[in-house]
């Protein structure tokens, strides 16, 4: 990262890291912009775009987070390490306009509501604003659904000009009050789930890809699954462990190591991780599970986790 960004630390979604943008994202953010189905949509994006709109608008966000009105985070695919869009807000008064966009190779998966949802946490819970708003153009359908799901209301709607578009517009306006953004997090389903922490004879551990059609797919996590009503975790992790696995393991030699506690915006999650070293059969991936990997403590920071699973890596290695 450029060392003359803002000093703001990145934030971890299910597939993004929200980070400050910075000038070797020039080419990037070009690339995504210099596009006329990213420009028709929007307010204030110009068309053509080129590098130095892309400067101009990295040099904007150090500015905002530089004066404290505001910041400007990069959405950057956790996966692939590729900038895929942008998301923040201008502050003002206890309130903030919020904005973002996703590059439309990204279109339609999810990826502007999982942006949002960290920002409007970032906007309540750190920053303490009590309401936040946002502009959308009435034909952007698609950044429409994205406020409603986040919990945004419509309240009303504006005409403004838009420079880059030379004419004016009706704007609709949606508000999203801190009381209202409460109520919904409260809401939000309490998933737990037991993880097994597999060691092989050569103390290597194993972890599992997740595969395509799942949330978070292509991230490696630490095996086990949801617990079912009436289950204790080391039992829902037994039956796991065969079901995914295709090995027995016997819930008295399961041993708790910690656990993962993690805020995902739309779940919280619980996690116990549990090690085991005896089990009958050989593990093999079940019922449409992805890859298998028998990683040593020292690699397993080398592969790419969903956040709930990232910080428990240092524990293990201190641990074995």
């Known amino acids: 990262m450029d060392p003359t960004a803002p000093d703001w630390p990145a934030l971890d979604t299910e597939r993004l890291r929200l980070r400050p943008l910075a000038g070797t994202d020039v080419p990037a953010i070009t690339h995504l912009l210099d596009d006329w189905q990213m420009a028709r949509t929007t307010s204030t994006i110009p068309f053509p775009y080129d590098r130095r709109d892309a400067a101009a608008f990295i040099a904007e966000s150090r500015r905002l987070s530089a004066e404290g009105v505001g910041l ?70 698609a950044s429409l659904r994205v406020a409603e799901k986040t919990g945004f209301a419509r309240t009303g709607n504006q005409t403004v000009t838009l420079p880059a578009r030379g004419r004016s517009a009706d704007l609709d306006i949606l508000e999203l009050s801190r009381a209202r953004w409460r109520r919904l997090r409260e809401a939000r389903p309490f998933l737990l789930v037991a993880a097994a922490l597999l060691i092989d004879a050569q103390g290597c551990v194993l972890l599992a890809r997740r595969p395509e059609g799942k949330s978070m797919a292509g991230f490696w996590e630490f095996p086990g699954g949801k617990l079912r009503a009436g289950e204790s975790p080391e039992e829902a992790l037994a039956r796991e462990l065969d079901e995914e696995l295709g090995i027995a393991v016997s819930p008295a030699r399961l041993e708790p190591v910690t656990f993962a506690s993690h805020d995902y915006d739309r779940f919280q999650l619980l996690m116990p991780l549990f090690a085991c070293r005896q089990w009958r059969g050989r593990p093999w991936s079940r019922e449409g599970q992805g890859a298998l990997a028998w990683v040593p403590p020292d690699r397993l920071a080398d592969y790419p986790m969903p956040p709930a699973d990232i910080p428990l890596v240092a524990r293990i290695c201190d641990w074995l």
């Open 72 to 141: 400007v985070l990069g959405a950057e695919d956790r996966l692939s390490g590729r900038l895929i869009g942008c998301v923040g807000a201008s502050v003002s008064k206890g309130s903030g306009e919020v904005g973002y966009w996703i590059g439309r190779d990204w279109w339609g998966q999810g990826y502007a509501t999982e942006a949002v949802r960290r920002c409007l946490r970032l906007l309540f819970a750190d920053f303490g604003l009590d309401r936040v708003w946002l502009s959308v153009l009435p034909e952007n359908t």
